[in-house]
């Protein structure tokens, strides 16, 4: 078996709507304004929508758009995002609902034809990772055969020290590296009094009790990013890169920059 870590990111979150979408096109943005090769893949999603692409119909996710408009990438969506279904749920449950289960050798197949086109591929997972794809894998699974370095996504809220630490023993149990820990502020701060308070230590005690990199915080008022429509894709874009560039570290993305 090859040991040999791929070129990119596969993002996970510690939940549903930690804002992995967010951070995976930040980091897109940026690798391509840097002028790098960059691919980008949403191998499993849900609560898609249906569209006419290369003269066929298939279901498509919002999250896969945001992406490949993030860097401007051009694969076929079979590649960028092989498995969607309609209904916002499980994947599992979506699976077994239109009887149409996940094959992850397929999944596969298409990452590492990514992988072959670009010189890196961000991608983005689904849920986090102990979401069932099969009766017999999970997202840790999907992120394993990619052999890619994890960032895991987290809210800097009161409650994420169960759900990130949890995590981290997850990832390690499993054998896979850590790039390090993204806090990404979700919802808005707590304000002032205990919530803030947690806000502001949680990375700290994360980073020790972890023994993990914190990569960066993003705060509240770039969440709005991923709402803005009508803004322009170019504009939107530039706002990306900006945002990874200023609240990301600084070793980090001069890692995906390969030097």
Same mark, same amino acid.
């Given at each position: 078996?090859?040991?040999?870590?791929?070129?990119?990111?596969?993002?996970?979150?510690? /939940?549903? %709507?930690?804002?992995?979408?967010?951070?995976?096109?930040?980091?897109?943005?940026?690798?391509?304004?840097? %002028?790098?090769?960059?691919?980008?893949?949403?191998?499993?999603?849900? $609560?898609?929508?249906?569209?006419?692409?290369? %003269?066929?119909?298939?279901?498509?996710?919002? /999250?896969?758009?945001?992406?490949?408009?993030?860097?401007?990438? !051009? /694969?076929?969506?079979?590649?960028?995002?092989?498995?969607?279904? !309609?209904?916002?749920?499980?994947?599992?449950?979506?699976?077994?609902?239109?009887?149409?289960?996940?094959?992850?050798?397929?999944?596969?197949?298409?990452?590492?034809?990514?992988?072959?086109?670009? /010189?890196?591929?961000?991608?983005?997972?689904?849920?986090?990772?102990l979401v069932p794809l099969t009766w017999q894998a999970s997202v840790l699974d999907?992120?394993?055969?990619?052999?890619?370095?994890?960032?895991?996504?987290?809210?800097?809220?009161?409650?994420?020290?169960?759900?990130?630490?949890?995590?981290?023993?997850? +990832?390690?149990?499993?054998?896979?590296?850590?790039?390090g820990v993204i806090f990404n502020a979700a919802r808005p701060s707590s304000g002032?009094?205990? %919530?803030?308070?947690?806000?502001?230590?949680?990375?700290?005690?994360?980073?020790?009790?972890?023994?993990?990199?914190?990569?960066?915080?993003?705060?509240?008022?770039?969440?709005?990013?991923?709402? $803005?429509?009508?803004?322009?894709?170019?504009?939107?874009?530039? !706002?990306?890169?900006?945002?990874?560039?200023?609240?990301?570290?600084?070793?980090?993305?001069?890692? +995906?920059?390969?030097?």
């Open positions: 078996m090859n040991n040999e870590l791929n070129r990119g990111l596969f993002i996970t979150g510690t /939940d549903t %709507g930690v804002g992995k979408t967010v951070v995976a096109a930040a980091l897109a943005a940026w690798c391509r304004a840097q %002028g790098l090769n960059v691919g980008v893949m949403k191998p499993i999603a849900t $609560g898609g929508h249906r569209a006419r692409t290369a %003269g066929s119909a298939r279901v498509i996710s919002k /999250d896969a758009r945001w992406l490949v408009r993030a860097a401007q990438a !051009q /694969d076929p969506w079979t590649l960028v995002n092989p498995v969607c279904y !309609q209904e916002p749920l499980a994947p599992l449950t979506a699976a077994r609902r239109c009887r149409q289960p996940i094959r992850l050798d397929q999944v596969q197949q298409a990452f590492e034809r990514l992988a072959a086109r670009h /010189d890196l591929v961000i991608v983005e997972g689904i849920g986090g990772l999907l992120a394993k055969g990619f052999r890619l370095p994890v960032v895991l996504v987290s809210r800097p809220q009161l409650g994420t020290l169960n759900h990130t630490l949890l995590s981290l023993a997850c +990832l390690r149990s499993a054998r896979l590296p850590v790039a002032r009094g205990p %919530g803030r308070v947690a806000e502001h230590t949680n990375p700290e005690l994360i980073r020790r009790l972890g023994r993990v990199a914190i990569l960066g915080r993003i705060p509240h008022v770039a969440w709005s990013a991923r709402s $803005g429509a009508g803004a322009p894709w170019a504009r939107r874009r530039r !706002q990306l890169a900006q945002l990874a560039a200023r609240h990301l570290a600084s070793e980090f993305l001069a890692g +995906l920059r390969g030097s």
